[in-house]
Each structure stands twice: as C-alpha cells, then as structure tokens.
C-alpha cells in the first residue's frame, strides 16, 4: 500500500496531523477488515520506509543525527562508517563523522574526517 509522503514532517517522520489521521481513518473506511494491530504496523512500517529512503538519500547523515540525538553517539558513528564504507566521496558525512569523534572525545580522529571531507 502506497503511504502518501506529506502525511510526515521532519527529519525524524513525525505524523502530520490531521493529515496522518484523515488518511488512516480513509484506509480504514475503505478496507474495514483491517484490525487495529494491522493499521499500527502499516503505520510503523511506512515511517520506517521514509526514515530509510532519508537516511539513503544523505548518504547515513539523517540516521546518524537521530542516533546521536537520542544519545547513541557510538552506534551513530559506526552508522555513518558503514555509509562511508560504500560513499565515500561524501563529504558532508565526513564532517559529520569528525563532528561525532570530536564529540566522543576522539579529536585526531575528527580532525582526520574533517580533512578528508575538505579534501573531496
């Protein structure tokens, strides 16, 4: 099922309201033999999908911002390695990269990230 992309806001996919509620409540006139747990994993699945097509549109820049907000700064650094494993003539994410080993104390190492993003 096709979840319409204006239904979210934000880089973390919050629910638009009324938008988000106005098409559930459709999807749920229009196919009445959903159960209320199928309607709550349509919904987790189609916000997952977006921060997904995000996180591979910044090359792991938008998933490595929500880990380290929500304060997983190890886990988001190894998140934007593995996305520089595969880009890695992205130079935003370096400086982000640099910006989070700065952050854990790892200074060489961000100045070394912030190098290469100024190289590229």
């Known amino acids: 099922m096709n979840v319409p992309l204006d239904i979210f806001i934000g880089e973390d996919a919050r629910y638009k309201e009324p938008d988000a509620s106005n098409f559930y ?4 006139e229009r196919y009445p033999w959903l159960s ?3 309607m ?14 995000m996180d591979e549109e ?8 929500a880990l ?5 700064t190890v886990d988001a ?15 935003a994410s370096w400086y982000l990269l640099g910006d989070l ?5 790892d200074a060489k190492g961000g100045y070394e990230a912030y190098s290469r993003g100024r190289d590229l």
């Open 58 to 65: 910044t090359c792991g820049r938008s998933g490595a911002k």
């Open 36 to 38: 209320d747990n199928s």
């Open 25 to 28: 409540r459709m999807i749920g």
């Open 77 to 91: 650094i190894a998140h934007i390695k593995r996305f520089l494993e595969r880009n890695p003539n992205e130079y």
């Open 40 to 53: 709550v994993l349509l919904k987790e699945n189609a916000r997952r999908d977006l921060l997904t097509m």
């Open 101 to 105: 080993l700065c952050k854990m104390g």
């Open 68 to 72: 380290d907000a929500s304060g997983r």
